[in-house]
């Protein structure tokens, strides 16, 4: 990494986006006097009866929970998108100004575990390769129906995130269209594809792999990184080192391995400032549309808040908001911390 | 409207920035059991000791804030852009994928008024039409530079929204490079007007007027509205009726006006839920590149966070991150609730 960069305000690309980053390494001495969170509180019972998410318990719809004891799914009872929803397309001037859509689609909630004590970060790995093969088969199930083209697997962790609830759990949000990111996504990859004659992502994690400073964690068929392009503070790039283009490519081996990283990095996570790290994660895999995607690399993304301490988060506000994404710490020592971390 | 859109899942296009919201309307029964966030505490005294933005005062740069009596600009103690950056412009693998670029520009504090206790909604319009004249100084000021080709005016209000000092002030990053928003607006308008002959918001105002359910105030040069694409629960934009690109195209009634609706909008927000509400808003006038920018209209966006009530806001996270952004309440009803609000 050029030096100049270490220590002065630069930009950074996005090419799986084609967007900017602005990069203040020298910010890091700012005093904070903002907001301070209040410090997580792991959950400490085994099965909570309040909880709408522990085994038989009844939940807010009216509906109840089953007497699960590995990975559990259910619609989700206030989803944002539904089936039936009806279909029309508005475009109410004829100028192209006032587009509204119809849009369908399937939310379910994807419980990881019985335990609601638990965590990935805490979870065996062979239970966290059940979740991987409930990710696979929620996929498959929503991606091959003709009503869907996008299935869009994630976590929120932790109530700095949004999650209303410390049971381990996902989402799946899977719609009729392709949302944004994975829209921006697709046209980068097919264009990078198109103009070097190879995929993204594989040459990327080549370069990674040759470097080696944002590197935080490998194994047989994974690396997790921070991007060169990082916007969170401690985000990571989670990427198979084969070319797929989703879970249903993956092997035996290779989803085993997929449960370890994700151990790893949630693990990771949790000792850089000794506390229950909150993210939101998700799942990358191709757009199931009609159309064939070689261009498309696999990959899952953590975008974690905090950035100082257990309690002082990174604020995505007014320059972030209205610019571009601003961040304090460069990808390297974000890396280096999370790689320091990993050995406590 | 379309009244299937004001009950089902539907998704807006956002012609701005050429991306979709995904609207939920029948989700807003969802129970809320997540993160409630400390009420606001208007701040007590008109002077602080401990304020490092009121009059007198030390800051922890080491510097004083001087004896201000109206508004006040500095240099940024801890800017996140620094004028004498070093240009470099790294391709590292040369495939486009490790691209980092120096990046220089201003970071500045304006205080919009000596008195601690006032925040927009409360200074009177006089007041607050010299903080417009401010925000319109700086921006000639920094525009006119060969190293600025943008000039983005924020302000981060509340702790909510990462703003570490309730004293009323906003900021402005001026940089060399033009931040993805304005990029992404700039080649959107321009796209317009080449395609239909007209300026993009002038035509879209023209519609919001004529058809009223988005309105949330309107005076003898501007409206305030919530876009139809609206992201943010409350989200509102400020439009000037006639076509300008920047505050220093306009007449000293207009100014005077924007003061007033300035005063209109925060006032209406602080009544919605009986408490200061928080917000990120900024100015949005044309780049200050070497092109003309006939397609640009000024605009201002305010961001505010809450949803359903003064501790309880919406979470941009998940399926927002990785996917599209998401809303429950429509545009529609969300004008509404701000026009009954004013009424208040
Ligand atoms: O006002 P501050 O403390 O400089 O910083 C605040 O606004 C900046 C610009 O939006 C953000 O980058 C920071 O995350 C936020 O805390
Ligand atoms: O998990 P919930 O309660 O459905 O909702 C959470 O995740 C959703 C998807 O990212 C967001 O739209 C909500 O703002 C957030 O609170």
């Known amino acids: 990494m050029n030096p100049l960069a270490q220590q002065n ?161 996902g989402q799946v949000w899977a719609s009729r269209s392709i949302p944004n990111e994975a829209v921006l996504e697709q046209a980068a990859q097919a264009a990078y594809l198109q103009e070097h004659g190879c995929c993204l992502l594989c040459a990327y994690r080549e370069m990674e792999m040759a470097r080696g400073e944002r590197i935080v964690a490998t194994n047989a068929s994974f690396v997790a990184l ?29 989803r085993d391995d997929l449960a370890a990283i994700l151990k790893t990095v949630t693990a990771t996570y949790d000792k850089v400032f000794d506390t229950p790290f909150p993210y939101s994660m998700g799942l990358h895999p191709q757009p199931f549309d009609e159309n064939e995607h070689p261009e498309w690399h696999f990959h899952l993304h953590f975008y974690p808040p905090l950035l100082r301490s257990a309690t002082v988060r990174k604020f995505m506000v007014g320059f972030e908001l209205l610019g571009s994404p601003q961040r304090d710490i460069t990808p390297e020592s974000a890396a280096e911390t999370l790689r320091q971390a990993s050995l406590r």
């Open 9 to 169: 305000p630069h930009r950074r690309f996005n090419p799986l986006k084609r967007e900017w980053v602005l990069v203040s390494p020298h910010r890091t001495q700012r005093p904070w006097q903002g907001q301070v969170e209040k410090p997580v509180q792991p959950a400490a019972l085994a099965y909570d009866p309040d909880c709408y998410l522990c085994p038989g318990n009844l939940r807010a719809g009216g509906l109840r929970t089953d007497n699960y004891t590995s990975t559990y799914v259910f619609e989700n009872d206030f989803a944002a998108l539904k089936p039936d929803a009806p279909r029309f397309l508005d475009d109410e001037d004829g100028k192209g100004l006032l587009i509204a859509e119809g849009e369908s689609g399937v939310c379910r909630v994807l419980c990881f575990s019985p335990r609601h004590d638990l965590t990935l970060a805490k979870m065996e790995v062979a239970d966290i390769r059940k979740v991987v093969d409930l990710w696979d088969a929620q996929t498959q199930e929503l991606g091959a129906r003709d009503d869907i083209q996008y299935v869009q697997v994630f976590e929120n962790r932790g109530a700095m995130m949004g999650a209303s609830n410390p049971h381990p759990h």
């Open 226 to 254: 921070v991007p060169f392009w990082a916007v969170w503070p401690f985000e990571v790039m989670i990427l198979p080192s084969r070319h797929v283009a989703d879970l249903a490519a993956m092997t035996d081996a290779e």
